[in-house]
């Protein structure tokens, strides 16, 4: 079989030098399509109304297997490569501190290394290779979802860096963003205050009416805010305008879409009390994740049968300067081990704390349990059979969305999980050509599962993919 890692180890470290930010992965989106057009696969760019969405297949007939990768960068996460010390890289504010130029690099590797396999056994099947943007904060695969873009797969599996190896089991939250934004009446804070009415009174009193909320939500509901605009800097104004956005989760879309109503209620009431008007704008949103026992089965034993990386001393030490500035770190947040009972997370949080690097495989159970976080995957789970995995890539206890993230996405360790995340993916792809009767349970399991529902997109129609709030209101104004 073909070793791809020279080519995958460049196409990584160029997607991590690019460091583009959700929507504007042109370059990165381009450096992945055109390797794989290269190598003889049908490129579709600019799909579902996204510029740096594409897909990629080759082949032909059942079954069709797809491969999700992902190659957007975290703004203010901006740090040179290979040092243990913060270090904001010149030229640029963003950085890959996901580790997702490894993410859509190693999907890709699976994509060739599967289409080998097809070429080799003369078997009949077709691989495919999703290109999906914006996974930080804009929900890419949601869009694609809406669009029927995964409607054609056998089956989606995909995987993420972190500090551990582990099938990912369990169900991720579901969420959605909206954007409040108050409109009141400015005025001579000294001279004329009851002619003014404030907007950051009503942003101030929706945040203390949505915390009186949270006493009257389910343990496993979440509601984050930040502050956005605040109406200006002058304390001696009754600010006009002020804007607070909402982070709203919940276990799945349905109970996301009636905490929602709730929360406008807030809005709407804090705007009545202050006299302001308020806009609810819908920004975006993801559905839960429906996990697979089947396919997640099917993960372990390949994530069992590749052979796991083995680390230089040069390495080691590397991993060692970085991981003694995450010391004080709980591990336990690591997406290998997020999902797991507590006496088990324990076990490997005391392990994570120990290790350089992860050289075993956490056990793998099937767990019906809620994960803190949430990811557009969800949105491909309840289209098409969907799994999948962590691969250790950075030291274990260093925090997703870190500059030590970003430190460690070109190193050896980084590269050589990378690899080894294509490996299995091709794998798995591998024994669901051989074997039809795994996907067919697959299949039963999620049709029991989702009780043969057709998938809802939690994004309302109307609601066009976007960078930000202004490019949202643009996208309004045009439809
Ligand atoms: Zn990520």
Not at 210 to 222: A, Q, S
Not at 312 to 325: G, I, P
Request: hydrophobic share 35%.
């Amino acid at each position: 079989m073909r070793d791809y890692s020279r080519e995958l180890n460049d196409l990584s470290c160029r997607i991590w030098d690019y460091a583009e930010l959700k929507f504007d992965e042109a370059r990165s989106a381009e450096a992945i399509a055109s390797f794989l057009e290269s190598e003889g696969f049908l490129v579709t760019r600019g799909i579902a109304g996204m510029e740096t969405a594409f897909s990629a297949s080759w082949g032909e007939g059942d079954p069709v297997i797809g491969f999700l990768g992902e190659y957007d960068a975290l703004s203010g996460l901006s740090q040179e490569a290979g040092i243990a010390e913060p270090r904001p890289r010149a030229g640029t504010g963003n950085g890959h501190g996901c580790g997702h130029n490894l993410l859509g690099s190693a999907s890709a590797g699976a994509a060739l290394l599967l289409r080998d396999y097809l070429k080799e056994s003369g078997k009949p099947g077709t691989v495919m290779f999703f290109g999906c943007p914006g996974e930080e904060g804009g929900s890419g695969k949601t869009y694609m979802a809406r669009e029927g873009i995964f409607d054609q797969l056998s089956t989606a599996l995909t995987w993420h860096p972190g500090g551990g190896n582990a099938v990912l089991t369990g169900s991720f939250m579901a969420n959605c963003q909206v954007c409040y934004r108050f409109h009141g009446t400015s005025s001579h804070a000294a001279a004329a205050p009851h002619l003014g009415r404030s907007a950051l009174d009503a942003v101030e009193l929706m945040d203390v009416g949505v915390n009186y909320l949270r006493e009257h939500m389910e343990p496993t509901d979440r509601i984050h805010y930040a502050i956005l605009d605040t109406g200006g800097t002058s304390p001696n104004v009754v600010q006009n305008h002020a804007e607070v956005l909402y982070l709203i989760r919940s276990t799945d879309s349905e109970k996301v879409r009636a905490l929602y109503e709730r929360v406008n209620k807030v809005a709407k009431g804090a705007a009545m009390m202050t006299e302001t008007e308020v806009e609810i704008l819908f920004d975006k949103a993801a559905s839960s994740t429906l996990s697979n026992s089947v396919l997640e089965d099917l993960l372990f034993q390949c994530m069992k049968k590749i052979p796991l990386p083995e680390y230089t001393e040069e390495e080691l030490s590397f991993a060692k300067a970085v991981k003694d500035t995450c010391r004080d770190i709980d591990p336990s947040g690591d997406i290998s081990i997020s999902f797991l009972p507590n006496r088990e997370k324990k076990h490997y949080a005391r392990l994570y704390r120990e290790k350089l690097m992860a050289d075993f495989i956490v056990e793998h159970p099937h767990l019906d349990v809620y994960v803190a976080g949430s990811s557009d995957v969800g949105d491909v789970s309840f289209v098409v059979p969907t799994a999948q995995f962590s691969a250790a890539t950075v030291t274990p206890g260093t925090p997703a969305h870190s500059w030590q993230m970003t430190a460690q996405g070109k190193s050896g360790p980084a590269l050589k999980g990378m690899m080894y995340a294509a490996k299995v993916l091709a794998e798995a792809g591998k024994q669901l050509v051989d074997d039809p009767s795994v996907l067919k349970r697959a299949r039963e399991e999620f049709l029991e599962e989702t009780g043969g529902r057709k998938y809802v997109c939690p994004i309302p129609a109307h609601i066009r993919p976007h960078r930000n709030i202004r490019e949202l209101e643009t996208g309004l104004r045009n439809s």
